[in-house]
């Protein structure tokens, strides 16, 4: 495509935002050549750089461009070594770059960056050879070593040598320092005593009573130094040379500045897309262009119009008045298409767009920004090269068709071209201010009629583009809005005649009803907006109900988890009362069992309570592990004596013994309140034996028998004090090791006293 083309489409200025998204110079230079690709394949894998750019969010900073400082070496100067730090600099940065991109996965930028090259040897060698300040080393080579091992010693026999001639002329001495003169070491002489001292005078001051010396004794040394000095500037030029050499013979580094340049385009193509909310367009089969809300990037609120061109409609003919958007609605296709084939993405909510391999233009752009009006000439040339190209994948964008010549002649060679691009299978846009071409659109399959709106009472364009309605001059509607002449208008008309009369009363019907149509459309779409809302607040209201839910519960479960603490809490306490008395342990255990009640889980029952249980009547306590003598039933409750201590348990608990004891209808399933096996692994004895004593009241109380004391294998000190003290209890009525498959000699069992 020619630079004319682009340019007729604005496509130079959108070269000019990606290159002012550039961050290095090599690709703000890639953006200012950047253009359409030649196959559909290239085009998809740079929107897909882009997509991956825009994703990993890369950046190109501290990436400098290489290409002048290699052109000035292939010239023969001679770099500066800051610059060629520079340049290692750069090279180690791209690198990094490339490891970045190659660690987030496979892609298409992993594909560019792969590119990059290492450039090992020149980075390296920098690195020996310079410090950062772009200096050489003085280990950069062994003879500039060696040199400027050789200048310290000798700078300083020098200025030993320069100060003994100051202490043995102190009189002749301005000041006592040693300088420079020509890179030559001098000393201040009062100029009264020059011959006294003898040497060389370098230079003077300004009035002449000062001269600067270089004595006698101190000019072979320093002609020693000059010498040395000589030698290590050929030694430096020599390293600089090199490093130059290995910099602009390194074959990779061409490849190296194209990815770079590809990388950081890709990039200021996903910041472009962001910058100007732009989307990627779909591929599309041949001669398929469909656009969602496609709105010209360039222009600040831009009205957006939806475009289809396809078997169906293969040319769309747009008609109205000037200044209505026309010429913006051809190039709004037109650069959609020229972004969507140069890899970008294109200013539409949704787009799929047909691959072009020949894409014509005839822009006459009376309002354009850019180009001038045509003659009627240079339009027949562009019209003539139009039809010789035109073809299935061709899109043609044509304004102001037939304009410039006669009306009646223009609307028939109009006419003719329309005619010549459907016979050869072509899409595109054609706008037109010529009424006869409105009627052909329903004669010829494939032209199909559209508009662009205008609001008479407003006396504005609305930029919307009307498909199926041809559009109006409006000449004579403006003329009476702006209070023309009634009598001159009357005149027009009967001028018009009964059938364009007719024509245009018919089109300002369609418009009113297309109007009409479109505003039923609005409030339905608004009706589906509120809907939606609706629905977005109703899922977010449910979401807050779940979440109060959760919020709930988590509160349950936190104050349950504390219920529970605090039961504990007091049975501990509770365990230490018990100690006390025989009273105490008695009221010690009503609370404990209490506290088991209150902190027991529910019990699960049927609906129908155990019937037959009677006073007297043996019962199992499955809650306490105990068997006891019913004394009074009282509903749901029944009131039982478990050795000396009276309690209230669910009446649907409870488990009749003994033969003729009435069945429960249902099954009853109540978790244990006791738990029958104590852990004292990691305590002292004395902390162990005191744990065991509480542990075997509590059994004692609850009627558990065996329980189990795990205290672990160890050495055998706990087990040995753990079952010292069981010899000597009185609850105990005997204990054994645990099986060898539950434990061994690491659990003590023990049976108690019933």
């Known amino acids: 495509m020619n630079e004319d083309l682009l340019q007729s489409l604005d496509f130079d200025r959108v070269r000019e935002a990606l290159a002012a998204r550039a961050s290095t110079r090599v690709g703000a230079d890639e953006a200012a050549r950047w253009a359409p690709f030649e196959r559909p394949e290239e085009a998809a894998a740079f929107r897909q750089a882009v997509r991956e750019g825009a994703a990993l969010g890369y950046r190109m900073g501290g990436i400098y461009d290489l290409r002048p400082l290699l052109e000035r070496i292939g010239r023969g100067e001679r770099p500066e070594g800051l610059e060629l730090v520079e340049a290692a600099a750069t090279l180690e940065r791209a690198a990094e770059l490339k490891r970045e991109i190659l660690a987030a996965g496979e892609g298409e930028l992993a594909r560019i960056a792969a590119g990059i090259g290492e450039h090992a040897l020149f980075r390296r060698r920098v690195g020996e050879s310079l410090d950062e300040t772009?200096?050489?080393?003085?280990?950069?080579?062994?003879?500039?070593?060696r040199i400027r091992r050789s200048l310290v010693p000798l700078r300083e026999r020098i200025i030993r040598r320069l100060e003994a001639v100051m202490d043995a002329h102190p009189e002749?001495?301005?000041?006592?320092?040693?300088?420079?003169?020509?890179?030559?070491?001098?000393?201040?002489?009062?100029?009264?005593?020059?011959?006294?001292?003898?040497?060389?005078?370098?230079?003077?001051?300004?009035?002449?009573?000062?001269?600067?010396?270089?004595?006698?004794?101190?000019?072979?040394?320093?002609?020693?130094?000059?010498?040395?000095?000589?030698?290590?500037?050929?030694?430096?030029?020599?390293?600089?040379?090199?490093?130059?050499?290995?910099?602009?013979?390194?074959?990779?580094?061409?490849?190296?500045?194209?990815?770079?340049?590809?990388?950081?385009?890709?990039?200021?193509?996903?910041?472009?897309?962001?910058?100007?909310?732009?989307?990627?367009?779909?591929?599309?089969?041949?001669?398929?262009?469909?656009?969602v809300a496609a709105r010209h990037p360039l222009l600040e609120e831009a009205v957006p119009n939806d475009l289809n061109l396809d078997d169906r409609t293969r040319i769309l003919l747009v008609t109205g008045p000037n200044m209505g958007g026309k010429t913006v609605l051809l190039k709004t296709l037109g650069l959609a298409v020229l972004m969507h084939q140069a890899g970008l993405f294109v200013a539409a909510e949704a787009a799929e767009l047909g691959w072009v391999r020949r894409l014509e233009v005839d822009i006459g752009d009376e309002q354009s920004l850019e180009a001038n009006l045509s003659t009627f000439a240079a339009h027949l040339k562009k019209l003539d090269r139009i039809l010789a190209h035109a073809g299935e994948d061709a899109l043609v964008l044509i304004d102001e068709l037939g304009s410039g010549t006669d009306p009646e002649e223009g609307a028939a060679l109009a006419q003719a071209v329309i005619l010549a691009l459907l016979e050869r299978g072509a899409r595109g846009i054609v706008t037109t201010h010529l009424t006869p071409l409105k009627a052909l659109a329903g004669k010829v399959a494939g032209l199909e009629n559209a508009s662009m709106g205008f609001e008479v009472e407003g006396f504005r364009p609305t930029y919307r583009l009307q498909v199926g309605v041809p559009g109006r001059s409006y000449a004579l509607a403006v003329a009476r809005r702006l209070g023309f002449d009634e009598a001159v208008l009357r005149v027009a008309e009967e001028a018009l005649g009964a059938g364009g009369a007719r024509v245009e009363e018919l089109l300002a019907r369609l418009e009113r009803q297309q109007a009409e149509l479109e505003a039923r459309l609005a409030e339905a779409e608004r009706t589906r907006r509120v809907a939606e809302e609706e629905r977005r607040e109703l899922e977010a209201r449910l979401a807050q109900i779940e979440e109060e839910r959760r919020q709930v519960l988590d509160t349950a479960r936190a104050e349950a988890d504390r219920l529970l603490e605090e039961a504990h809490r007091q049975i501990r306490e509770l365990r230490v009362r018990a100690r006390e008395s025989e009273g105490a342990k008695r009221d010690a255990l009503r609370e404990v069992m209490e506290i088991r009640k209150r902190t027991r889980p529910r019990t699960t029952v049927g609906r129908n309570p155990l019937p037959g249980l009677e006073p007297g009547m043996l019962v199992e306590v499955p809650s306490y592990h105990q068997k006891g003598r019913v004394v009074r039933v009282e509903g749901e409750e029944t009131l039982v004596q478990i050795g000396a201590v009276k309690i209230r348990v669910p009446t649907a608990e409870l488990r009749p013994r003994g033969e003729g004891a009435p069945r429960p209808r249902q099954a009853v399933v109540v978790e244990s309140g006791f738990e029958t096996e104590l852990n004292v692994r990691g305590l002292t004895a004395a902390e162990a034996i005191e744990a065991v004593d509480d542990f075997l009241a509590e059994a004692v109380a609850t009627g558990n028998?065996?329980?189990?004391?795990l205290h672990g294998k160890g050495t055998g000190v706990l087990r040995r004090e753990i079952q010292n003290f069981l010899r000597r209890d009185k609850r105990v009525e005997r204990f054994h090791d645990a099986m060898p498959n539950e434990g061994g000699h690491g659990v003590t069992v023990v049976h108690l006293r019933g």
């Open 134 to 145: 772009g200096e050489v080393k003085d280990d950069a080579t062994p003879k500039l070593k």
């Open 172 to 291: 002749a001495v301005q000041e006592r320092y040693v300088t420079l003169r020509r890179d030559r070491y001098v000393i201040p002489v009062r100029a009264q005593f020059q011959r006294q001292i003898g040497g060389i005078v370098l230079a003077q001051s300004d009035t002449g009573a000062t001269v600067f010396m270089e004595p006698a004794a101190v000019v072979p040394l320093n002609n020693e130094l000059a010498q040395l000095r000589l030698e290590e500037e050929a030694e430096v030029l020599r390293v600089l040379a090199e490093l130059a050499g290995l910099l602009a013979s390194d074959a990779g580094l061409a490849d190296t500045l194209r990815a770079v340049a590809r990388l950081d385009l890709a990039r200021a193509a996903a910041l472009l897309a962001e910058d100007w909310r732009l989307t990627p367009a779909q591929d599309g089969p041949r001669g398929r262009y469909h656009l």
């Open 705 to 709: 028998t065996p329980v189990r004391i």
